[in-house]
């Protein structure tokens, strides 16, 4: 992550190839707060708990992204790193040949052994069709299928629409208030923004006060703060701000709105 204004202020995301490759891009996509997201990489790395964004990793990008600015980011520019692993089908070919991990399939394989259906690989923009196509393997099962208290029927995932696209399909909690479509011009707009037609129920189920303010000056909420332990399972003053809110990838950031995410935790009990 860099500051905005190091690259021009974009406001679309742009594309650098990747020198001696067909396929592969690094990209700078402007974000919240004047940054700007700049990735990515696809290196071989060990399993863990916690990834880890190597230096080499960072100068890789920097040095791939700035043969398409005016300007020369540095090191010194970057505000923040994360990394995330990804699981990849493998297949046995792809290993003989001694491929590397970018020539590797991004298409999921579901996999059905004795009745215990897995799905992996795959990319997060299809998680609906992996679903659809998982379930469609465990219905198809005959075991399963046998064990069913009704009959399935077609999927209907195609027709639903997402938590907060629209108040008429919105779950109505918090009392049954989801009128954000009606009231959006007084909630702040980073809120709406995240979560739609659900943003008023984020209000109304803060539980700590002033959930409208935001967090130490940074374009969230109090309220989200406390809908990432009531709503979205985090545990954890690092569940909040660095895997739901990505507040802890600037480590100032992070400190400043530490408080917070404590008083949330505290008053749910954890």
Request: net charge negative; proline share 4%.
């Amino acid at each position: 992550m860099v500051d905005a204004e190091k690259v021009g202020n974009p406001s679309g995301a742009l594309t650098v190839a990747v020198p001696g490759s067909v396929n592969r891009f690094c990209f700078i996509l402007p974000t919240q707060l004047g940054r700007c997201y700049i990735g990515l990489t696809d290196e071989k790395a060990e399993l863990e708990d916690v990834p880890r964004a190597p230096e080499s990793d960072v100068q890789w990008i920097l040095d791939v992204v700035n043969q398409g600015l005016q300007t020369n980011l540095t090191s010194d520019d970057v505000l923040g790193a994360f990394a995330g692993l990804r699981p990849l089908v493998q297949l046995r070919s792809a290993v003989e040949t001694g491929g590397s991990t970018a020539d590797l399939s991004r298409e999921h394989l579901i996999l059905n052994n004795d009745g215990v259906v897995t799905v992996t690989g795959g990319k997060l923009t299809e998680y609906r069709l992996m679903a659809e196509q998982t379930v469609d393997e465990a219905v198809g099962d005959p075991e399963i299928r046998a064990a069913l208290a009704a009959r399935p029927t077609a999927c209907r995932t195609k027709e639903i629409s997402l938590v907060g696209a629209s108040a008429g399909r919105s779950p109505q909690t918090s009392g049954g208030i989801a009128r954000a479509h009606a009231v959006a011009s007084s909630l702040p707009a980073s809120l709406v923004a995240r979560y739609g037609a659900e943003a008023h129920n984020v209000l109304a189920a803060s539980v700590i006060p002033d959930g409208a303010d935001s967090v130490a000056g940074l374009d969230i909420t109090r309220a989200e703060i406390s809908y990432a332990v009531t709503h979205e399972g985090a545990t954890t003053v690092g569940d909040i701000l660095d895997r739901r809110t990505r507040i802890g990838l600037v480590g100032a950031d992070r400190a400043a709105a530490e408080p917070v995410a404590r008083e949330a935790l505290g008053a749910c009990g954890l």
